[in-house]
């Protein structure tokens, strides 16, 4: 192989390595690798509660991934410091909302009218 072809290899193969790295997502809508995930989920027998009431995360890229496998519809939502961000409603499956966060205290909470006034709700410490 002559000294410019293993040149041209080289630069090619640096290219193409480069470029996975940038990351960027997966291409089917799910955040690119890294940050935080908790895991959340509903009461399996349809209640109005999460099974914790305290998340705890560090700053940076944070999703909440829910699963809800009761027949009610659920979702997850975070509010507080300039934050209000949410998720569609899900039965008997599962969805996940990804969101930048800053040191702070935020609330937690599922947004189907009543839900979060019969206890679904938390805290969620971003250290």
């Not at 955040?31 to 349809?46: I, N, R, V, Y």
């Not at 999460?50 to 659920?74: K, M, Q, Y």
């Not at 909302?97 to 709700?121: I, K, N, S």
């Amino acid at each position: 192989m002559t000294r410019r072809a293993l040149t041209t290899v080289i630069t090619l193969l640096l290219l193409v390595l480069g470029l996975s790295a940038c990351g960027g997502g997966d291409g089917d809508g799910e955040p690119a690798a890294g940050g935080t995930t908790l895991e959340l989920a509903t009461d399996p027998g349809g209640g109005f509660s999460f099974d914790t009431e305290t998340l705890e995360a560090p700053a940076g890229t944070i999703t909440i991934h829910l699963t809800n496998d009761a027949s009610v519809p659920h979702n997850v939502g975070v509010e507080g410091n300039g934050v209000d961000e949410k998720t569609d409603t899900v039965t008997n499956g599962d969805i996940s909302l990804t969101v930048e966060l800053e040191r702070g205290e935020y609330t937690f909470y599922c947004d189907v009218p009543g839900h979060r006034e019969g206890g679904m709700e938390g805290t969620l410490t971003v250290s």
